[in-house]
């Protein structure tokens, strides 16, 4: 069978198992790997064969984007082996010579993190101008926390005597196909926000267990949020002062009008401010294992990879 012909199976097969945003991003990946895999037999697959395709990706995607491929692929060999009781052979990634450094566009890949001076940047003209948007950014800067978690929070997710923010759910917006039913959202304890033709805004717990987590909050911020919550009620959302939520691309909107304003450069992304605070624990002092709880990592080994 051909990884085409297959396909169609793992997904309708998946539907029924995972998160709609998880089947969203499987079909994003398939998009790109069904160029060059769709028309091949599962079983003529070889790590030979998928080292130099992914060597070529890495001339225009990072290493991580690679691996998110060919897991996928590992996934759909797994479930073809299980359903037809077949023989075919798995992508040993331990077996793929990857470059010693991860290089994207021709240059070595770093993470990217914001200056002191950034950050000081930044927070001077939130403490200008806090509207519940750059409150929000403030509180990402403050605990490295995912932009689709920082939408997510109401005034009933900060706890005051612990001085934390409880992370419980995450916003994003997915693409959605004609495929997709109500009961597949309604089955996953997904909560759909808006429904359009293509797309959805939905709200559903973190990427992982370990992502439902308790981070500290900078005294200062904790103040001001205070005297908001003074004034809203708990379950209003923190980024709109609204029962309605800001969605994560508004948030980046106005996170880059922020750098803008301030003169940062704009190629540094809102997850910079997730990456800026870890490489701040990690260089303080802080221990890779409450690293990495604080950031909701499953593992130590993603922490460590990445920074």
Not at 35 to 54: L, N, P, R
Not at 55 to 82: A, E, F, G, P
Not at 166 to 184: N, Q
Not at 188 to 196: D, G, P, T
């Amino acid at each position: 069978m051909t990884f085409n012909e297959i396909w169609e199976e793992f997904i309708s097969h998946k539907r029924k198992r995972v998160k709609p945003s998880t089947i969203s991003n499987y079909n994003c990946i398939w998009r790109v790997v069904n160029d060059f895999f769709g028309e091949k037999e599962i079983g003529s697959i070889t790590t030979k064969m998928v080292e130099k395709w992914a060597m070529d990706q890495l001339d225009s995607v990072s290493r991580k984007t690679v691996k998110d491929r060919l897991m996928l692929i590992n996934n759909i060999i797994d479930y073809y082996v299980y359903e037809y009781e077949a023989t075919a052979s798995r992508i040993n990634m331990k077996y793929i010579h990857w470059p010693t450094r991860n290089v994207f566009n021709g240059e070595v890949e770093k993470i990217k993190t914001f200056t002191v001076d950034d950050i000081k940047a930044m927070l001077v003209k939130i403490a200008e101008d806090p509207r519940p948007h750059n409150i929000l950014v403030a509180i990402m800067i403050g605990t490295g926390i995912r932009i689709g978690e920082a939408c997510a929070l109401t005034y009933s997710s900060v706890n005051f005597e612990n001085n934390t923010i409880e992370i419980t759910g995450t916003i994003e917006r997915i693409g959605i196909d004609k495929d997709f039913k109500d009961e597949d959202f309604a089955r996953m304890n997904v909560r759909v926000l808006h429904k359009a033709e293509k797309s959805a805004l939905i709200m559903s717990t973190p990427k992982c267990m370990s992502s439902c987590r308790s981070v500290p909050v900078p005294h200062e911020l904790l103040k001001v949020l205070k005297k908001f919550k003074e004034v809203y009620p708990p379950n209003y959302y923190i980024g709109s002062n609204t029962f309605k939520p800001k969605e994560p691309r508004s948030l980046r909107k106005y996170y880059y009008e922020l750098l803008e304003s301030v003169g940062i450069d704009k190629r540094l992304s809102p997850h910079s401010l997730r990456h800026t605070y870890a490489t701040t624990l990690i260089t303080s002092g802080v221990d890779i294992k409450t690293t990495a709880a604080l950031l909701g990592h499953g593992d130590t080994s993603t922490t460590l990879e990445i920074y």
